[in-house]
């Protein structure tokens, strides 16, 4: 209803959510849910947890429009990180992490969609350096961090392994920021064994934080001295019509 006690209608764009007053006048006033009584109408109560969704949709905006995820695809990883906070949190180190690494628009992506996905900044950043040496896929390592959330360890973990054994591949897999179902599978089928898949990790990594801090440091310099030269070739022509 408007304010003046008639029916109002409220109309929306494609993916567009409600805006917390809308949401008001379709269910009338707040004060009703949020009254501590343990006997709600089931109305109210409807009420009270849609209310609650949307008091977070600013800040779902704000990822909306900072990083381009869906709607759908940004309450996905809500659930999967278990809080917004939690989302934020990941998505804030990233930014950080981005000030010092020079990212092509493919790693970016790839790395955004881990975060999303379910992983946590550092755990993104090692995944996707331990996607290459895997030869997993992106998408398959975010499905199996879905699982392990999801379903918690998965059975495997319970299989004949030494105890010292299975500790070491835990600690691999927290090394590699993968889920531990996925370096299980991984040394089930290959002739690797964990030290050696440490050492693959450690120095991909190593090369790929070194890559991408030589970019940072000498990108402006390459673009300055395009700059520069495109300067002085403008110079040589204009002299050469003089």
């Given at each position: ?81 278990g809080d917004i906070g939690t989302l934020q949190k990941s998505l804030k180190g990233f930014l950080t992490a981005e000030k010092y ?142």
């Amino acid at each position: 209803m408007d304010g003046k006690g008639r029916t109002a209608s409220v109309h929306l764009e494609q993916n567009a959510g409600l805006t917390p007053s809308e949401v008001k006048s379709l269910f009338g006033q707040i004060t009703y849910a949020e009254a501590n009584t343990v006997e709600l109408d089931p109305v109210y109560e409807l009420q009270a947890e849609i209310l609650q969704i949307y008091r977070i949709r600013p800040e779902i905006q704000m990822i909306q429009d900072g990083f381009g995820y869906t709607y759908e695809e940004i309450d996905s990883a809500i659930f999967y990180h278990g809080d917004i906070g939690t989302l934020q949190k990941s998505l804030k180190g990233f930014l950080t992490a981005e000030k010092y690494y020079s990212l092509r628009p493919e790693e970016k992506s790839d790395i955004l969609d881990l975060i999303f996905g379910g992983y946590t900044n550092s755990q993104a950043f090692a995944a996707y350096v331990s996607s290459s040496i895997l030869n997993k896929p992106i998408q398959q390592l975010i499905m199996d961090k879905q699982t392990e959330i999801v379903e918690g360890r998965a059975c495997t973990e319970e299989a004949f392994l030494e105890e010292d054994q299975e500790e070491e591949r835990k600690a691999l897999a927290a090394l590699m920021g993968i889920p531990y179902i996925t370096l299980d599978t991984f040394l089930e089928d290959s002739i690797e064994n964990i030290e050696s898949l440490k050492t693959a990790y450690t120095q991909a990594r190593s090369n790929f934080t070194e890559i991408q801090t030589n970019q940072k440091r000498f990108l402006p310099m390459l673009r300055r001295r395009q700059r520069e030269g495109t300067r002085r070739k403008k110079y040589v022509i204009r002299f050469a019509l003089l």
